[in-house]
């Protein structure tokens, strides 16, 4: 007969300490306030946890217990992978097996690690080169089991690898300007897996190369993150900005942290949380104060004027702007992050645009957007859609068909290059206001083109991550 009673979690007990099980509830709740998560802990949770009757957390708890302990995965904190706890294979696996194994798996850094990826822990485990380093985070023409077997094993971590991660985030960027987020999300997960593999070694030979690196997978998490966001894949893209928070953290990293609150706070905002929006941009500014930056000041500025107009906060809204609006202001600086060259006057058009179209006012937020498209640098493939995409949105909203037809074909235009499932979404729900209140023909002809060019094809051919600029 399988016995079925739970094997209590002794890990998880001895990281309570002599805190009371009513007191770690408490420093459970309070880190989740850290990062933007809401939990309803108590001392009864505490005690499911610690008797084995909760053998996974659900993500949110995940999320805040790694942000606790950041480790490389569940298993370090006494639960169970959550594969084997899920669903009908999990129910399958408990039948077969007799009991909950004694010791807990070796940590993983996701639950979809394949082989592929496991080739990739092995080469950076044994490898230093910058071409074994490249291979592994898929920036290098060879395979990655040639490159293991061709070159000389060298254990310590160096300037090669940090370097080949810090490109891979720019690869990254660079192919998300041109193409959106659906194309690429799977393939930069590969390399996010080698730079967490990098951190795992913990074997580099200086502490500046062990900062660069903290800085560099925690980038990498952000940029991945932004691609499961761009792609709707929000719960992939909370996990992913999560694991960046705990990343700069652990490293002491201000800049980094204000990164990962930038994007929480968006990624907030766009899944309807908006007071969290808020608290996750609130506490990006205070990340950042120290930095330097004032466009990075302006930008945090912005997600929260984003998140109080999701609460229906006018004049909470209009002032953040109004700050976002003095700290752009002052200018561009060299403290200013890699990763804001995005944030340009157009994108600073834009965001106001969808906090006033939050707030149901269309024609201010149609002012917003068309000064965005108008400003925006054709470069920024990407943007240019989802700009004309927000466009279309306003002015369907306002009753202005003739112009939000035309904004909407400019998006269709970039639907060839651009895979996003946030503009594809933006623009059918423009097209069904349109189809709702105006039967003209430009508006018919406007939805029979969206039709076709929503119809299931094959993608266009997302370049290498290698590719160089256009």
């Known amino acids: 007969m ?17 805190r009371s099980a009513g007191e770690f509830a408490a420093a459970v709740r309070r880190a989740a306030r850290e990062i933007g998560e809401q939990v309803a802990c108590d001392a009864r949770y505490i005690g499911r946890v610690e008797s084995g009757e909760i053998r996974c957390p659900n993500y949110a708890y995940e999320r805040v217990f790694l942000h606790m302990f950041p480790v490389a995965g569940l298993a370090d904190l006494g639960f169970s992978a959550r594969e084997t706890v899920r669903g009908r294979g999990a129910r399958a696996s408990e039948a077969d097996s007799p009991a909950r194994p004694t010791t807990p798996p070796p940590p993983v850094l996701h639950s979809d690690t394949d082989e592929e990826s496991d080739v990739l822990r092995r080469m950076f485990m044994t490898s230093g080169t910058a071409t074994v380093a490249a291979a592994s985070l898929g920036l290098g023409g060879a395979s990655a089991a040639a490159a293991l077997t061709s070159l ?43 730079a967490y593999a990098l951190l795992d070694a913990g074997t580099t030979t200086r502490r500046a190369t062990a900062d660069r690196l903290h800085a560099g997978a925690g ?9 499961a966001h761009d792609s709707g894949r929000f719960e992939d893209a909370r996990s992913h900005y999560a694991e960046a928070l705990a990343t700069a953290r652990v490293a002491g990293d201000p800049a980094l942290e204000a990164h990962a609150f930038c994007n929480a706070s968006f ?27 004032a466009r990075l000041l302006a930008l945090l500025a912005l997600r ?5 107009a999701g609460l229906g906060d006018r004049t909470g809204c209009d002032r953040a702007i109004g700050r976002a609006y003095a700290a752009f202001e002052r200018g561009a600086s060299a403290a200013d992050p890699e990763w804001m060259t995005f944030f340009r006057e157009a994108e600073l058009e834009m965001l106001q645009a969808q906090c006033w179209s939050a707030l149901g006012d269309w024609p201010r937020a149609a002012r917003h957007a068309r000064r965005a498209t108008q ?26 068909a003739d112009e939000a037809v035309t904004a909407g074909h400019g998006v269709l235009d970039l639907l060839d290059r651009v895979q996003s499932s946030r503009i594809r979404a933006m623009l059918a729900g423009a097209v ?25 094809v094959p993608g266009p051919k997302v370049p290498s991550p290698n590719a160089g600029r256009a």
Not at 178 to 190: E, K, W
Not at 432 to 455: E, K, M, T, W, Y
Request: with cysteine; proline share 6%.
């Open 267 to 293: 990624l907030a905002r766009d899944t309807g949380r908006p007071r969290e929006a808020v608290r996750a941009a609130e506490a990006g500014q205070r990340a950042a104060r120290p930095l330097g930056s």
């Open 375 to 400: 400003l925006q640098d054709p470069h920024f493939t990407r943007n240019l859609a989802l700009y004309r995409a927000q466009l279309t949105c306003d002015l369907a909203r306002g009753g202005i």
């Open 304 to 308: 929260e004027a984003g998140g109080r």
């Open 432 to 456: 069904g206001v349109l189809r709702a209140q105006n039967a003209s023909p430009a508006v018919r002809d406007f939805v029979d083109r969206h039709q076709v060019a929503i119809r299931p």
């Open 152 to 194: 000389p094993a060298q254990r310590r971590v160096g300037d090669a690898e940090v370097i080949a991660v810090e490109k891979a985030v720019r690869q990254i960027r660079l192919l998300d300007d041109r193409h959106g987020g659906d194309g690429l999300y799977r393939r930069a997960s590969q390399p996010l897996r080698a």
């Open 219 to 227: 980038e990498l998490a952000i940029s991945v993150g932004w691609l």
């Open 2 to 18: 399988v016995s079925t009673r739970p094997v209590p979690n002794l890990v998880f007990r001895r990281l309570r300490g002599q």
